[in-house]
Structures are given as structure tokens and as C-alpha cells.
């Protein structure tokens, strides 16, 4: 890595724990102070600037949560910078834990016993639920202490906001992934043939037999999109992280996919089985909603920090 690219890394961690609305302010103001600070030092030292002296420069500036702390106040639960990730965990095991009990009493609510059953679900459910945040309050708490009595095991390391998410290996799984699903999906009867020899009842084979209007118009496209995917991820493999270019590309196929998936959905029947049918385009909303919302998210935590964007 080269110097520059250290700082863009430590400011890109840093304004990622800031609310949005701060996020490109900080991230312009912190990168002009580093890159002052960076260059008063190779001014000293009387050599240009290297990868070494940016992150000896940036690990004394403070780890990304603790300069994050001093641009927003943060929580007063365990440490500041913990705060958000405390209340978020927190909220999401609440929702989880009488979400579960709701489905605990769904019987009760069926029958018409709509107050016992939510009497039975506020006392077995909502009000012993705090146990959760008690439980991540221990986790948070004992996080930090450890932080505070080894302060070297939480040193802040450059990794490019381009790096693969896991390794090498998670995208060979998912290039497996891929080509498996094809191949079921190619032929969804291939399945009844290898768990009952070709001796399952007709209706299941009724139930899992596309259409040829289906076959014929929509299915090249849906499963031509997903093989894409095969050489888009094998390129990531060999460049070893995503590039600009070829997240673009992604974001094209997705949206490409999004769209044979959508005509699929409102273009007539893919299954002979009216159930089928449902159950397959019911997937195929989910996976378009999910395609949108996870790209309103990168959308929601691009970063730009440059002088524009204070405008």
C-alpha cells in the first residue's frame, strides 16, 4: 500500500461510524489534517512519504472508533463508540424475541382468545425479554475492558474498503453455489429422481414441470444472468478485491436480473402447479425486493469525501 492510500483507508473507517450527514464533512476535514501532518513528517525525516510512516502516523492518531468519538458524542452505554452497535443488537434480539412469542400464541389468536393470547405473550414473552440487552451489556462491557487493558490487540490496520468480504474461498462456494442452483433450477424434476429413483407420486412431478411458455421465454434470460455471475466472481478471485469497473458490472447484472425476474413474475405461469407457481414468483419478489434494498444500503454508505460534496 501506498501512503495515500493508508490515509484513505484509516478516513474511510473513521467517517463509517459517523451518521451519514456527517460523514463526507469529517472525511474531507480529517483527510486535509493527516495529509498535512504526513508531509510535516517527511519534511523532518527528509524522505517522501511511505506506507510505514502514514500508519505509524494514523495508529497515533487514534483507532477509527476512538477519532469517531471525538466527532459525535456518542452513547453512554459500555463504551461511547460501542453505543450504536449495543442499541442495534439489541433492538433486533427484542423484535426476534416477541416476534417468536407472537408465534408462540398464534393458536390462541386464531381461535378468536385475542386478549388471553396477548396477555400470555406480554407476560411469557415482552416482559422477561430485557435479558437480551443484560446479556450484551456483559458482551460490550467485557469488549471493553479487554480494549482497555491491551490496547495493542485492537491496533487499527489499513484494509481497502475494496477488499473481498471473507476470502478467495467464500467466492469459489459462491461460484459452486451458483452453477449447483443452475442446474437444479434448469431442471427442477432432477430432484424427485435422485431422492425417489424416478418412482415419486406424478402430481410431484406435475408440481415441479415448467410451462414452455416459461421454458422458452423467460428461462434463458433468468438462468443465462445468473451464469454471469461465474466469470464476474472469478474475476474479483484472480484481481483479489472489486474494482470500481467491476462493481458496476454487478450492479448492471443485478439490476438486469431484476428485470427478467420481474417479467417472469407478471408474465403468466412458470409451473404447471398453481402452488408451484406461487411459491416460485413469491421467491422471486423477495429476491427483488432484497436486490433493492441491499443496493440502497451501498447507495446509503458510499462515501465522497471531496469539497463538492459540502455543498
Known sequence: MKANEVIEC???????LLPRKQRNDVAFELRALLDEELQGRAEIAGRAPDADMALALVREFGRPADVAARYRPGMTIIDPEDGPAFFRASAIGLVIIWVAGLLHVR????????????????????IPSPWWPGVLVLGFGGAAWVRRRWPQSSNWTPRSPDRIQGSRATLVLGIVGILCGVYVLSEPRWVLDVFWGGHAAPVAYDALTY?????????PWLFGLLLLYVPLLGAVIVQGRWTPTVRRIEMVLGLALCAAMAWTVFDGPTFLAAASDRMFKAAMVISILATFVGY????YRRLDPTPQAQT
Open 296 to 299: 440502497a444500503i451501498k447507495r
Open 211 to 219: 410451462t414452455d411458455t416459461f421454458r422458452h421465454r423467460q428461462a
Open 107 to 126: 393458536e390462541r389468536i386464531a381461535t378468536g382468545d385475542v386478549l388471553r393470547a396477548l396477555a400470555q405473550w406480554w407476560g411469557e414473552s415482552v
Open 10 to 16: 484509516y478516513v474511510h473507517d473513521v467517517a463509517m
